[in-house]
Nanobody
Framework: QVHLVESGGGLVQAGDSLRLSCTPS????????MAWFRQAPGKEREFVAA????????SYADSVKGRFTASRDNGKNILYLEMNSLKPEDTAVYYCAARTVGTTVLSTATTAYSNWGQGTQVTVSS
């Protein structure tokens, strides 16, 4: 089991930047891919970004491509999501997720990830 804790959410204005962090603990040696998802009120949880455990490969949703960057500090064992040029439509609860299947796949499906954090709220005002 991998335990995930997100932090860094908050209230910002449109155009601002914010950095989310996700700290994994537990059986992290079994993790092959990590990802960020988000869920706005009344909407389904959607894929934002994925990154291999090594940090060498990433994938992004079209809606955030060019504005968001996922990275991993291997020394500190922390996953980051750098969010720039934030828009009101980015408002959501952001979740960190980990996949432990054993093969590295930058999956966009929620079902591919078996470990989830509690989420952190990001609110972007216009």
């Amino acid at each position: 089991q991998v335990h995930l804790v997100e932090s860094g959410g908050g209230l910002v204005q449109a155009g601002d930047s914010l950095r989310l962090s996700c700290t994994p603990s537990g059986q992290t040696r079994s993790v092959d891919t990590m990802a960020w998802f988000r869920q706005a009120p009344g909407k389904e949880r959607e894929f934002v970004a994925a990154i291999t455990w090594s940090g060498t490969s990433t994938s992004y949703a079209d809606s955030v491509k060019g504005r968001f960057t996922a990275s991993r500090d291997n020394g500190k064992n922390i996953l980051y999501l750098e969010m720039n040029s934030l828009k009101p439509e980015d408002t959501a609860v952001y979740y960190c997720a980990a996949r432990t299947v054993g093969t590295t796949v930058l999956s966009t499906a929620t079902t591919a990830y078996s470990n989830w954090g509690q989420g952190t709220q990001v609110t972007v005002s216009s």
